[in-house]
Each structure stands twice: as C-alpha cells, then as structure tokens.
C-alpha cells in the first residue's frame, strides 16, 4: 500500500505556472509507475501525466508542451510542473501510484487526497 500526500495548488492567473509535488510512503514507490489527474466540476476525472519506473512518460494532449511530471525515486515524490496555465487546467489534481502502468492509467491505483488549482482568466 502506498499513501500519497499532494501539496503546492492554488490560484494563479492565465500564462503563470505551478509545481505540484506528491509525496510517498511505502516500500513500493521505486516499483511504481504514478501520475497525475485532475477533476474539474462535473466532469471526469482524467489522466494528465504518467511516468513509469523506466522513466517513460505519457501526457494527455492538451498539457503536451505545458506540463512536464519527473519522480525522484530518492526523495519518494513525483512532481508535476505546470506552466503557461490556463483556465481549463482549474481543477482537483490527484496524484496516483500503481505497480501495474495499465492499472494507473486505468484509475486503480492508490489515490491521494488530491489538491486544487484555480486558473483564472
């Protein structure tokens, strides 16, 4: 089992950027692919940027160029850095970890409480 702690959202302007970071614990981080996923008020939630224990990474379109997740398997943490924002990134982004990539993807993985950024135009 592995608990996940997101922190650093907030309320920024459009074209402004934000590091999220989410920190682990558990024995299976470093065996662990993890990523990131936002929910937006009455939507889904969806996949935004994954990495694998391979340092693979896989992006949805709409962040592809903006945003860049790294893991530091040291330090037990994923990062998401997001830059030049926009106000459809608004919304609770969930960091997430499975041993299994396609499980990840698929939203099976451990979740944590998640943390909210607000873009505002």
């Known amino acids: 089992q592995v608990q996940l702690v997101e922190s650093g959202g907030g309320l920024v302007q459009a074209g402004e950027s934000l590091r999220l970071s989410c920190a682990t614990s558990?024995?299976?981080?470093?065996?662990?692919?993890v990523g990131w996923f936002r929910q937006a008020p009455g939507e889904e939630r969806e996949l935004v940027a994954a990495?694998?224990?391979?340092?693979?990474?896989k992006y949805t379109d709409s962040v592809k160029g903006r945003f860049t997740i790294a893991r530091d398997d040291a330090k037990n943490t994923v990062y998401l850095q997001m830059n030049s924002l926009k106000p459809e990134d608004t919304g609770v982004y969930y960091c997430?970890?499975?041993?299994?990539?396609?499980?990840?993807?698929?939203?099976?993985?451990?979740w944590g409480q998640g943390t909210q950024v607000t873009v505002s135009s």
């Open positions: 997430s970890a499975d041993s299994s990539p396609l499980n990840l993807v698929l939203g099976s993985g451990s």
């Open positions: 558990g024995s299976i981080f470093n065996r662990s692919a």
């Open positions: 990495v694998t224990t391979a340092g693979h990474t």
